[in-house]
């Protein structure tokens, strides 16, 4: 799978795509009614990313805009965002209601989302205090050094493979407001090199005393973070628990069933899955009569077996 869509809302708004410098302005919607899509146009070289917001900010009242959604900038396959957000953070006081955003809206046609490259997105934090959602798509190159954040309720990082360092450095910050985390570790293959022991002070919850909504997805290791989940101390607290898209098997929907009670939970989100029909039963039996709410859709897991018996599974988003 790749991603085929653009965000379609961000900060419970809809996602409105600024227009291109050709188009009219003068039938915009309402600043403050829309989450605002700002693109280069990738197949025009005349007009690149910095350009398109410049006419953005001359358009809009930014002063009302409450969210920023950030597209495709010139050849992100090949260069990162440095000039978005040194543009963003030299525009941060004509932004003074802005509440979240999003850096690297792109679908496969404009950029993979492993080759989509990335920086060290930790300034965007710190330039806007009173951002509560902020979202990244693209693990090339992306750093998030350890930080402070006390407005900040959602975070969400999107990758084929999210570097040890960045889950690290989420671990180690200071995120008191945090209700919703999601991370797609990713594989190897994409630069997901991080290992079970990496989730240890995300699990523990010691910095996180707000989280309700943790999803941990579209792993290669999603059998040991399962296994690390039933046993972490943020599970309690949880009412939505996200272990899907990636290659969950038997051993580690087993280890969330021996582990600590989950019918606390309102949500369980397990699809595009590897388990047996027989342990989809069980989960089923054991949450779903409890009243949670369980997905175990298979979506599009499916597995590939070479001609020595070597079985090889997918995460849901890999390239």
Not at 18 to 23: K, L, R, T
Not at 40 to 62: G, K, L, M, N, Q
Not at 93 to 110: K, N, Q, S, Y
Not at 232 to 246: N, T, W
Request: proline share 5%; with cysteine; hydrophobic share 45%.
């Amino acid at each position: 799978m790749t991603i085929g869509d653009h965000l379609d809302a961000l900060y419970r708004l809809p996602a409105h795509t600024f227009p291109g410098p050709d188009a009219r302005t003068d039938d915009l919607p309402e600043a403050e009614s829309v989450a605002w899509r700002i693109t280069s146009d990738v197949y025009d070289a005349d007009e690149d990313w910095t350009e398109a917001f410049a006419r953005f900010c001359a358009a809009v009242d930014t002063t009302r805009v409450r969210a920023l959604i950030v597209g495709a900038w010139q050849e992100a396959y090949d260069t990162d965002p440095d000039d978005v957000i040194e543009a963003l953070l030299a525009a941060r006081d004509r932004f003074p209601a802005l509440r979240a955003l999003f850096l690297g809206d792109m679908v496969m046609e404009e950029c993979e989302i492993s080759w989509i490259n990335q920086t060290d997105v930790t300034p965007l934090l710190a330039g806007f205090p009173d951002l509560e959602e902020f979202g990244v798509r693209g693990g090339s190159g992306l750093s998030f050094p350890a930080l402070r954040h006390t407005g900040l309720r959602g975070l969400t990082m999107e990758s084929g493979g999210l570097p040890a360092e960045v889950v690290r450095g989420v671990g180690a910050s200071d995120l008191p407001a945090l209700e919703q985390l999601d991370l797609w570790l990713g594989t190897p293959d994409y630069g997901g090199d991080s290992e079970a022991a990496d989730l240890e002070p995300i699990l523990s919850g010691a910095r996180l005393p707000r989280l309700r909504h943790l999803a941990l997805r579209n792993s290669e290791m999603q059998d040991a973070v399962a296994a690390a989940v039933a046993a972490a101390p943020v599970v309690a607290r949880l009412e939505v628990l996200d272990l899907s898209m990636g290659v969950l098997s038997d051993e580690g929907g087993a280890a969330l069933l021996a582990g600590q009670p989950l019918t606390h939970l309102k949500r369980l989100d397990l699809h595009h899955h590897y388990l047996s029909e027989p342990l989809v039963e069980r989960i089923r039996q054991t949450l779903e009569l409890a009243g949670v709410e369980v997905d175990l859709d298979r979506d599009d897991a499916d597995e590939d077996q070479d001609d020595d018996g070597t079985v090889w599974r997918y995460v849901a988003v890999g390239e």
